[in-house]
């Protein structure tokens, strides 16, 4: 047992000089049985290949793997207290911000190993990796700038003041990096190589989450106080259209086929379905309490529903949930790995 | 010297409005009453009559009714005004959902939240659920202690127990007179 404190205080982030500990720095208040799962290696979480979702709960500081047709999420592994944002990297290395604390965690997905935790100035909380893995932009809540660091080190490499509450962060295959200013209304576009503003493109109340059409010629952005979804064109970089969802909508994702939006609602409880080209609305499906972050994962949606504190499982086919997985509490952001990356 | 509190709300007053941090905290409370669930949506379901059974209310000014888009002006026998504004009102599933519209520190120690209240039936009698969401005080990452998560919990966890706790007194009351 006293492998656990030694190990935490290795990995505790490095305190703020002069400033003495208090609840909200780090310490060691991972229950001890949870500690040991990745000590030892016993429970990783994936025994094996094929796509998954990962789900990040912000009140219990664990991550958990959900692999589609499972009766339940796999166990809920310590990470850090407070994980918000979660980006996954090309070698299934998942990245969680931690905004209370002033760390992003990198963690190994295929075993939940954690890696390394980085100190990052301000709230870090939403982040992107790049496609080669090696760089992470990651904005700051309160300070609205985003930076990019060295995925490694952590060592910042630029920084960039953008809008109020930087929330979503989504890089395209053109590099560009797409923010939802939450507290400026707008999206900002950022050159992601010299993390200079290209453009500011005008929004619903509150964008919160983003996400890219397959064809990357569509962002979709969850709107929370407007209660709507805005289109953008990400040629012309010109809001396309804006169309109605369920109440506070907390997060949005295209179907592999690039038919489908799936809004998620987070005080109406339910997840809008929209066809993608016509966008009129298909369905709508109840889910669990507050639900916030979407991902797909092959024929499967996951809804992470922060206040019941589950995993909604929605078929793409049918348009219904057919499953409820309990995960541990605050399950806010959920990523899926297409196929699992080889260790 | 430390700050006090009166000097730390009123340094944040010109900041706090309607801030969004970025940890969310949840309140989760509910009361059996000894009443049918109409019974007890009738005293609860109107929006801006929250002071006829919320004890710690003193009064309550609402404008547009129940419709969605109503705001109303809570004032606290404690001091302070929480201003909120009507999102959702189901009479037929006995709910109603609304948020904060404009922070008052002085009322209740957070910058935004969110709730629901809802009746359903329990047994012989009904349920009362009141589910929120909120952010803390100061949402930036050195909150005094008097605008801090715990604090934030403290402060809504006694709001809503207080409620639900007048709620059932006054329809219980009601009910078997």
Known sequence: MSAVPALWSKLEAPRRPGRSASPRSWRPAAPAGLALLWLTGGAALSQQGGPAVYVASQEAGTVARVDPGASAAGPALFVGPGPAGLAAGPDGTLYLTHPDHGTVTAVEARTGRVLRRLRVRGQPFGIAVSPDGTELFVGDWQAGTVSRLAAESGLVEAIVGIGREPAALVLDRAGRLFVAERGSDAVGVLDARTLTRRASVPVGWAPFALALSPAQDRLYVANVRSNDLTVIDTSSLKPLATVPSGRSPYGVAASPDGRLLLVSNQESGSVSVLDAGDLTLRERIGVGRYPEGIAVAGAHAYVANWFSADVSVIDLATLRETARLPVAEGPRAIVAIPAEMPP | ?177
């Open chain 2, 1 to 177: 010297m430390r700050p006090t509190l009166p000097t730390l709300l009123l340094a944040l007053a010109a900041t706090a409005a309607l801030a969004h941090g970025p940890t969310p905290q949840k309140i989760d409370q509910s009361i059996t009453i000894a009443a049918s669930p109409e019974a007890v949506w009738d005293m609860l379901g109107p929006f801006d009559r929250i002071a006829d059974w919320h004890p710690d209310v003193a009064r309550s000014e609402g404008s547009g009714g129940n419709q969605e888009g109503a705001t109303r002006r809570v004032t606290l026998r404690a001091g302070g005004t929480l201003a909120e504004g009507l999102d959702e009102w189901k009479p037929e599933a006995r709910t109603y959902s609304y948020r904060m519209s404009d922070p008052d520190l002085t009322a209740l120690p957070v910058s935004s939240y969110s709730a629901t209240i809802t009746v359903t039936p329990e047994g012989g009698g009904a349920k009362v659920a009141w589910i929120g969401r909120f952010y803390r005080g100061d949402t930036g990452n050195e909150p005094a202690e008097a605008l801090s998560d715990e604090a934030g919990k403290a402060a809504m966890n006694r709001y809503f127990a207080d409620g639900l706790r007048g709620l059932k007194a006054k329809v219980e009351g009601v009910a078997t007179r």
